[in-house]
């Protein structure tokens, strides 16, 4: 497989992360955040976006996948590890890379929102809103991208590219 051309520049990211950090510090004025980072996709951008946003924030992790080794979801959510902490009661923020098929956030959402937390909401940096298989709607998109498969900044292609520091598309 080769990478055919770049999409999103570091400096593209870099600003759009600023745009959503924003976002989400002037949504939750005087709140506390729990953030949610959707190993191992999200791992860089919820690192950066963290970083960005100046409220009080408890960061946890969830891994899952259902892509494994393939470029087509298996449909099947496997838990790799769940949450460390409580989040009852709590402002709590889905951060994921992108949201294709919308599968994975479709049962996180429902296995999260059980938890009775005060809000839940999700921020995903590429929506492919052409692929969905279930009704899900992030609360802050950053790029709206085709029907590509996508490598880089955290996001692989059998487990390769995630160090890219750009965001391209695979052939
Ligand atoms: O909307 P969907 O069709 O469910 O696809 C999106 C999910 O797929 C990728 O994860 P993957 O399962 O490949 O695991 P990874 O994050 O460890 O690469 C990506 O990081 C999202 O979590
Ligand atoms: O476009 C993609 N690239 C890598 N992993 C993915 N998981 C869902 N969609 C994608
Ligand atoms: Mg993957």
């Known amino acids: 497989m080769d990478i055919s051309k770049v999409m999103f520049s570091k400096e593209q990211i870099h600003n759009k992360v600023l745009e959503l950090a924003g976002k989400i510090q002037k949504d939750y004025e005087g709140e506390h955040v729990f953030v949610i980072g959707i190993l191992k996709g999200a791992c860089v951008f919820v690192s950066d976006l963290i970083r960005e946003i100046d409220l009080p924030i408890t960061l946890d992790f969830m891994s899952v996948s259902s892509y494994g080794m ?9 838990i ?9 009661g709590m402002n709590v923020i889905i951060v994921e890379d992108i949201i ?6 479709n049962y996180l959402r429902e296995y999260l929102g059980a938890r009775h937390v005060k809000s839940l909401k999700i921020c995903t940096l590429l929506d492919k ?32 590219y995630r160090n890219l520091p750009y965001i391209a598309a695979i052939d």
Do not use: N
């Not at 393939?70 to 496997?78: A, C, F, I, L, Q």
């Not at 809103?129 to 292609?157: L, M, S, W």
């Open 100 to 105: 294709d098929t919308g599968l994975t956030l």
């Open 70 to 78: 393939s470029t087509e979801s298996s449909g099947v959510v496997k």
């Open 80 to 88: 790799i590890k769940d949450l460390d902490m409580d989040i009852t």
């Open 129 to 160: 809103p052409h692929r969905r298989k279930c009704d899900v709607v992030a609360d802050y998109v950053g790029f709206e991208i085709e029907d590509k498969f996508i490598v880089g900044y955290g996001i692989d292609c059998k487990e390769q």
